[in-house]
């Protein structure tokens, strides 16, 4: 079994590290800064072997050439994101044809334009975890910086289908706020049950990551527009909430 470990980087980014079965080699998601990163690796005596980036943002890679240099580790990104040479220090591009191979194991890649043009998830179908990078927030999405409405309504039809039991391990923690615009605009019994489990969590210090898809298609509008017009109506409403 891998394991999985949190840490906070920048304002509010979360960055993701994967331990291997035997705890000597480490595998770290969207490393926003090098420091927390280098910190738990040294604590741990691990050795990073591999960086997974899901969008080219800064505050997603922007730890990454420091990484790199203390330890000559592959950097994984999307083949969009390489096309377009934007993942320092790159070394191996993936798609949805192009799975990654980690540690003798097989991880699934979604191609999700919408936040970015170039914005992949990582899944580790034996763990049901997935890595949305910003496509995927708990209550909500990410901003459509480079796609259309259309792009980012069939990327979250992607994540939908997945296993209701896949844990989302996103980006950032903004779920109280994501929840006061949810709660802005409509009531029911799983919101307030969800937004009191996320206020303990906040209130002890640990971080809402990550959610479970089955809360998500429970709470979140995004995940839950029937059509492009009711996704594109909600993005923009939360872009001026
Ligand atoms: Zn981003």
């Known amino acids: 079994m891998l394991g999985l470990h949190?840490?906070?980087?920048?304002?509010?980014?979360?960055?993701?590290?994967?331990?291997?079965?035997?705890?000597?080699?480490?595998?770290?998601?969207d490393?926003?800064?090098?420091?927390?990163?280098?910190?738990?690796?040294?604590?741990?005596?691990?050795?990073?072997?591999?960086?997974?980036?899901?969008?080219?943002?800064?505050?997603?890679?922007?730890?990454?050439?420091?990484?790199?240099?203390?330890?000559?580790?592959?950097?994984?990104?999307?083949?969009?994101?390489?096309?377009?040479n934007r993942i320092p220090r790159g070394t191996l591009a993936v798609s949805e044809q192009k799975p990654l191979k980690l540690w003798g194991r097989s991880v699934h890649i979604l191609d999700v334009p919408g936040h970015t043009l170039g914005q992949i998830c990582y899944y580790f179908e034996p763990e049901q975890m997935l890595f949305p990078g910003d496509t995927l927030f708990s209550a909500?999405?990410?901003?459509?910086?480079?796609?259309?409405?259309?792009?980012m309504f069939i990327s979250l039809r992607k994540i939908a289908a997945l296993p209701a039991s896949t844990k989302i391990y996103f980006g950032h923690e903004y779920t109280l706020h994501n929840l006061d615009f949810v709660q802005?605009?409509?009531?029911?019994?799983?919101?307030?049950?969800?937004?009191e489990h996320c206020e303990k969590l906040v209130a002890r210090g640990e971080p809402t990551s990550p959610s479970q898809l089955s809360t998500e298609l429970a709470i979140n509008p995004f995940l839950r527009a029937p059509d492009v017009a009711t996704f594109a109506e909600t993005r923009a409403a939360r872009d001026h909430f």
Do not use: M, W
Request: negative net charge; glycine residues 8%.
């Open 6 to 29: 949190v840490l906070r980087a920048l304002k509010d980014n979360f960055i993701y590290v994967l331990t291997s079965e035997d705890g000597q080699q480490a595998t770290v998601i």
């Open 140 to 151: 909500g999405c990410g901003r459509l910086f480079e796609g259309t409405p259309e792009q």
């Open 184 to 195: 802005s605009r409509e009531d029911n019994q799983a919101l307030r049950a969800y937004r």
């Open 31 to 84: 490393p926003g800064e090098a420091a927390p990163v280098l910190k738990f690796l040294r604590a741990h005596s691990l050795h990073l072997t591999h960086i997974l980036c899901t969008h080219h943002h800064h505050d997603h890679v922007g730890g990454v050439a420091e990484l790199v240099d203390a330890y000559k580790c592959a950097v994984i990104g999307s083949q969009k994101d390489f096309d377009l």
